[in-house]
Every structure is written in structure tokens, then in C-alpha cells.
């Protein structure tokens, strides 16, 4: 079992940034692949980037690729989601999520099934 808290969202004007970060706890952390993802209103949950548990694979939403940055601390049990650049419509939910697989092909790695963990969530907002 892994419980997941996400922290570090609020309110930015656009063009900022914010660094979003996803403590994990419980057993076996460094064997997971991690990713997150983001919900906006009356949209569905999409995903935004995946990291193995090695840091050696990297996956990005073509949305975000260039601006969002995704890394791992395994000592800290933490998965980061820096976030450059930001525009009115990242404005979402973020959702941290982890996956008992640790690889996995880029289709899999986007889909929200390949996912047996997720946090509450937090907003993110930012203005025009």
C-alpha cells in the first residue's frame, strides 16, 4: 500500500512557475514508477508526465513537453513536477500517481488504468 500527498500548487499569473511535489509513503517506493496527472473542469483527467523509478525513463504530455520538468528523490520518497511557463490553461487539479510497474511503454505509461495509487489532488490556478 502507498499513500500519496501532493503539495505546492496555488495561484500564479501566467508566464510563472510553481514546483509541484508528491511525498510518498509505505513500502517498496523505489521500485514504483511515478507519474502525474491534471483535471480541469468538465474535462477528464489527462496525463501530463511519468518517471520510472530509476529516473531513466521520461515520459511528457506534448502539452507540457519543454516547460514541465518531472524528477525523483528515492531517499526522500518524493516525485517533483516543476512546472516553467505556465499558461490559463494549466490551470487543472494535479494528481500524483503510482504505478507497481516501473517501466512501461509510452502508451501504457499515459493511461490512467496502468495507475494502482493516487493522491487528493491540488489546484493549481493560474491567471491571464
Known amino acids: 500500500q502507498v499513500q500519496l500527498v501532493e503539495s505546492g500548487g496555488g495561484l500564479v499569473q501566467a508566464g510563472g512557475s510553481l514546483r509541484l511535489s508528491c511525498a510518498a509513503s509505505g513500502r517498496s517506493f523505489s521500485s514504483y514508477g511515478m507519474g502525474w496527472f491534471r483535471q480541469a473542469p468538465g474535462k477528464e483527467r489527462e496525463f501530463v508526465a511519468r518517471?520510472?523509478?530509476?529516473?531513466?525513463?521520461?515520459y511528457y504530455a506534448d502539452s507540457v513537453k519543454g516547460r514541465f520538468t518531472i524528477s525523483i528523490d528515492n531517499a526522500k520518497n518524493t516525485v517533483y513536477l516543476q512546472m516553467n511557463s505556465l499558461k490559463p490553461e494549466d490551470t487543472a487539479i494535479y494528481y500524483c500517481?503510482?504505478?507497481?510497474?516501473?517501466?512501461?511503454?509510452?502508451?501504457?505509461?499515459?493511461?490512467?488504468?496502468?495507475?494502482?495509487?493516487w493522491g487528493q489532488g491540488t489546484q493549481v490556478t493560474v491567471s491571464s
Open positions: 518517471i520510472s523509478s530509476s529516473g531513466g525513463s521520461i
Open positions: 500517481a503510482a504505478d507497481r510497474t516501473s517501466y512501461r511503454g509510452s502508451y501504457y505509461s499515459t493511461s490512467r488504468t496502468s495507475y494502482d495509487y
